[in-house]
């Protein structure tokens, strides 16, 4: 059975780069028809997916934040990172990595336990 992990720092200040690894066990991030995803959940807000890299290694990001996110993935390690700057107070919320498989249609069938990270000074 899969299991994700998040970690990173959970204090980030304003204007600086938030940056979190998922590191999964279980399954490799390497396996055909696997999407590896960042998704973040601001306080009374819903759930806001942030990016993806699927098994082949190339990336997808969501339009409204792209121009901040980058997703990596080191295949050593079985790990896919999180980079957003700079970040703002707005981007306070709890990071959640999750796995997709697209060759059973849409939604994610494995979670981390998510990581809260705040944006203040």
């Known amino acids: 059975q899969v299991q994700l992990q998040e970690s990173g720092p959970g204090l980030v200040k304003p204007s600086q780069t938030l940056s979190l690894t998922c590191t999964v066990s279980?399954?490799?991030?390497?396996?055909?028809?696997?999407?590896w995803s960042w998704i973040r959940q601001p306080p009374g807000k819903g759930l806001e997916w942030m990016g993806a890299?699927?098994?082949?290694?190339?990336?997808f990001y969501s339009p409204s934040l792209k121009s901040r996110t980058s997703i990596s993935r080191d295949t050593s390690k079985n790990q896919f990172t999180l980079q957003l700057a700079p970040v703002t107070p707005e981007d306070t919320a709890v990071y959640y990595c999750?796995?997709?498989?697209?060759?059973?249609?849409?939604?994610?069938?494995?979670w981390g336990q998510g990581t809260q990270v705040t944006v203040s000074s």
């Open positions: 999750a796995r997709s498989d697209h060759s059973a249609g849409p939604g994610f069938d494995s």
């Open positions: 890299v699927p098994w082949s290694g190339s990336t």
């Open positions: 279980g399954g490799s991030i390497t396996t055909n028809y696997y999407f």
